[in-house]
């Protein structure tokens, strides 16, 4: 698919840049013209992934080693991207994962980490970024942030209690970013992902023995797993001047709602 949007002249930021739904997001981004730096906790595998956006966009990557559960680092990320590209129009919040843990014997330690990964990056990412975003703002129009939930931050995941917190706390720490920069032009949205196939996740279907294929068609009217890239493009959707009037939205990409039955409607 060619690209959707024009960012020509845009500087995006794509925290977990380097796989998954952060890796298409940063490659759509790359393709629609934008200049993007991705940050992940490994130098190595930001800079293999780089390699790759390079050489299948010819766009211009800019990797940033960064812990985001670490303010300090998200901070000298935010810094190392304005020195090297000289401004930031769009920050997309994506870095993030889940631990499986039941609510009756989860460690603490495991709910701390959920936290931060998941709900302390994007505060800590956002707030460092928020100068630049206000001064792209006010010479644009308008500066963006997507913030990457997930649907177990609307319905709850079971086993995944922590995560679930956070992602609705995600959702909230939208709505409330959304009030108070909305302001200076500073849209702030979220997308909150269903069931995505991303090289991970199906990595771990496999050792599992999860049947992704029969879950997602037994729960969603789209009838299969999502692909990252139909996350990206939802993504870029609403850092584009085509979702100019929303903000503090959470947009889900999941193949429909979760809607139980009593009888077959299916004509
Ligand atoms: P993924 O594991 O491929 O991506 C997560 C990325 O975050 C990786 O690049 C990883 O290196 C990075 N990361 C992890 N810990 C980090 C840290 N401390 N500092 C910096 N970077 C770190 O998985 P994904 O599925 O692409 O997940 C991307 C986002 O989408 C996450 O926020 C996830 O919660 C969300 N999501 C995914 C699904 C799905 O089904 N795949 C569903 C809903 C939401």
Redesign the pocket.
Same mark, same amino acid.
């Given at each position: 698919m060619g690209a959707t949007f024009d960012f020509t002249g845009k500087v995006a930021i794509v925290? $977990?840049?380097? +796989?998954?739904?952060?890796?298409a997001t940063a490659t759509e981004f790359l393709r629609s013209g934008a200049k993007v730096a991705i940050? $992940?906790?490994?130098a190595d595998?930001l800079e293999a992934a780089a390699e790759k956006m390079r050489k299948t966009t010819g766009g211009e990557v800019f990797c940033c080693a960064?812990?985001?559960?670490v303010q300090e680092q998200c901070q000298a990320l935010i810094e190392a991207v304005v020195r090297h590209f000289g401004r930031i129009d769009i920050l997309i919040n994506? %870095?993030? $994962?889940?631990r499986h843990a039941a609510l009756r014997t989860a460690p603490v330690e495991s709910w701390r980490q959920d936290m931060a990964?998941?709900l302390d +990056?994007a505060f800590f990412c956002s707030q460092a970024a928020y100068p630049h975003l206000k001064a792209a703002a006010a010479e644009n129009g308008q500066a963006v942030i997507v913030n990457? +939930? +997930?649907? %177990?931050g609307n319905g709850g995941t079971t086993g995944c209690g922590g995560?679930s917190a956070a992602?609705a706390g995600l959702q909230m720490f939208t709505r409330v970013s959304a009030a108070e920069w909305g302001p200076k032009g500073v849209r702030v949205n979220a997308v909150? %992902?269903?069931?995505?196939a991303?090289?991970? %996740?199906k990595a771990n279907w496999a050792k599992t023995g999860f049947d992704a294929n029969a879950s997602a068609a037994a729960t969603f009217p789209l009838r299969r797993p999502g692909e990252?890239e139909e996350?990206a493009r939802a993504v870029l959707f609403m850092a584009s001047d085509a979702a100019s009037y929303i903000t503090g939205e959470t947009l889900i990409v999941g193949g429909g709602p979760t809607i139980k039955g009593m009888i077959d409607t299916d004509d």
């Amino acid at each position: 698919m060619g690209a959707t949007f024009d960012f020509t002249g845009k500087v995006a930021i794509v925290t $977990g840049g380097g +796989s998954g739904i952060g890796e298409a997001t940063a490659t759509e981004f790359l393709r629609s013209g934008a200049k993007v730096a991705i940050a $992940g906790r490994k130098a190595d595998r930001l800079e293999a992934a780089a390699e790759k956006m390079r050489k299948t966009t010819g766009g211009e990557v800019f990797c940033c080693a960064t812990d985001v559960r670490v303010q300090e680092q998200c901070q000298a990320l935010i810094e190392a991207v304005v020195r090297h590209f000289g401004r930031i129009d769009i920050l997309i919040n994506n %870095a993030g $994962g889940a631990r499986h843990a039941a609510l009756r014997t989860a460690p603490v330690e495991s709910w701390r980490q959920d936290m931060a990964l998941n709900l302390d +990056s994007a505060f800590f990412c956002s707030q460092a970024a928020y100068p630049h975003l206000k001064a792209a703002a006010a010479e644009n129009g308008q500066a963006v942030i997507v913030n990457i +939930s +997930s649907m %177990a931050g609307n319905g709850g995941t079971t086993g995944c209690g922590g995560y679930s917190a956070a992602k609705a706390g995600l959702q909230m720490f939208t709505r409330v970013s959304a009030a108070e920069w909305g302001p200076k032009g500073v849209r702030v949205n979220a997308v909150a %992902a269903g069931m995505i196939a991303t090289p991970l %996740a199906k990595a771990n279907w496999a050792k599992t023995g999860f049947d992704a294929n029969a879950s997602a068609a037994a729960t969603f009217p789209l009838r299969r797993p999502g692909e990252p890239e139909e996350v990206a493009r939802a993504v870029l959707f609403m850092a584009s001047d085509a979702a100019s009037y929303i903000t503090g939205e959470t947009l889900i990409v999941g193949g429909g709602p979760t809607i139980k039955g009593m009888i077959d409607t299916d004509d």
